[in-house]
């Protein structure tokens, strides 16, 4: 029925309505300016419905996790205010992929695969934003602390990229305040990159369960899916 909306679709907007006053209201109470924050809409394993429903309630920034499911999405979706992120681990054999169909690649970290996405984008007359993902575990994807700077200078000379910022992942924290320490040593490391960059401004940090603590923490992009649109399904084994 013609202005029928489904149950699904109103509960999304109320959960964005929230996350969005939650945001604000955090960003306030750091003495920030709430529209200092990009809120990223994650779509990972959400069907099409859902996710236009999410872009009807005025989500314009959505993160995908997974190649292929960015590949099958984006060509759905046309709307050209909607920005897309890519936010999985960043591999050498789909660099290019991901270079035909991302804005904005949170999660730039080997120099390989850095140079294949850097290379696709120039050939095909775009520049993507491009930010740092750093590793406070040891263990995960992304560049060590201590070697921020020279993977910066790496990234900042690719042509097809522009350094904006870093992107991290808080190490698992008993709760959302546990994260804080991660988020601030993340702000600190864009601080003292911005003397030799000082375009790099965005600190991707924060997700559904630690974006409050993230936003008091400096985050201007923070990642959230379940907040949005509940428990994920997970992804069928292939």
Same mark, same amino acid.
Request: proline share 5%; hydrophobic share 45%; glycine share 10%.
């Given at each position: 029925?013609?202005?029928?909306?489904?149950? @699904?679709?109103?509960?999304? *907007?109320?959960?964005?309505?929230?996350? /969005? /006053? =939650?945001?604000?209201?955090?960003?306030?109470? +750091? %003495?920030?300016?709430?529209?200092?924050?990009?809120?990223?809409?994650?779509?990972?394993?959400?069907?099409?419905? *859902?996710?236009?429903?999410?872009?009807?309630? %005025?989500?314009?920034?959505?993160?995908?996790?997974?190649? #292929?499911?960015?590949? *099958?999405?984006?060509?759905?979706?046309?709307?050209?205010?909607? =920005?897309?992120?890519?936010?999985?681990?960043?591999?050498?054999?789909?660099?290019?992929?991901?270079?035909?169909?991302?804005?904005?690649?949170? #999660?730039?970290?080997?120099?390989?695969?850095?140079? =294949?996405?850097?290379? @696709? *984008?120039?050939?095909?007359?775009?520049?993507?934003?491009?930010?740092?993902?750093?590793?406070?575990?040891?263990?995960?994807?992304?560049?060590?602390?201590?070697?921020?700077?020279?993977? +910066?200078?790496?990234?900042?000379?690719?042509?097809?990229?522009?350094? @904006?910022?870093?992107?991290?992942?808080?190490?698992? #924290?008993?709760?959302?305040?546990?994260?804080?320490?991660?988020? /601030?040593?993340?702000?600190?490391?864009?601080?003292?990159?911005?003397?030799?960059?000082?375009?790099?401004?965005?600190?991707?940090? %924060?997700?559904?369960?630690?974006?409050?603590?993230?936003?008091?923490? %400096?985050?201007?992009?923070?990642?959230?899916?379940?907040?949005?649109?509940?428990?994920?399904?997970?992804?069928?084994?292939?």
């Amino acid at each position: 029925m013609l202005g029928h909306v489904s149950a @699904r679709a109103e509960d999304i *907007a109320s959960n964005l309505e929230t996350v /969005r /006053r =939650r945001l604000a209201d955090a960003a306030t109470e +750091a %003495g920030r300016d709430p529209a200092e924050v990009r809120l990223i809409v994650v779509t990972k394993t959400v069907a099409m419905l *859902a996710i236009n429903d999410a872009i009807a309630a %005025g989500a314009r920034d959505l993160g995908e996790n997974y190649v #292929t499911e960015l590949r *099958a999405k984006r060509p759905e979706v046309d709307d050209p205010g909607v =920005r897309w992120h890519y936010i999985g681990a960043l591999q050498s054999h789909t660099a290019h992929h991901v270079a035909d169909l991302a804005d904005v690649v949170h #999660t730039v970290a080997g120099e390989r695969a850095a140079r =294949r996405l850097g290379g @696709r *984008a120039a050939r095909g007359g775009r520049t993507l934003d491009a930010l740092l993902e750093v590793d406070f575990t040891g263990g995960r994807a992304g560049v060590a602390p201590a070697d921020v700077p020279a993977a +910066a200078d790496l990234v900042a000379s690719l042509e097809g990229l522009r350094l @904006r910022g870093l992107m991290t992942i808080a190490p698992p #924290t008993a709760d959302a305040e546990g994260a804080r320490t991660w988020f /601030r040593r993340l702000r600190g490391l864009r601080d003292a990159l911005r003397e030799r960059h000082p375009d790099v401004l965005d600190l991707s940090m %924060g997700m559904s369960l630690d974006y409050e603590v993230a936003v008091q923490e %400096g985050a201007t992009m923070v990642r959230i899916g379940t907040a949005v649109f509940g428990p994920r399904t997970p992804r069928p084994q292939r």
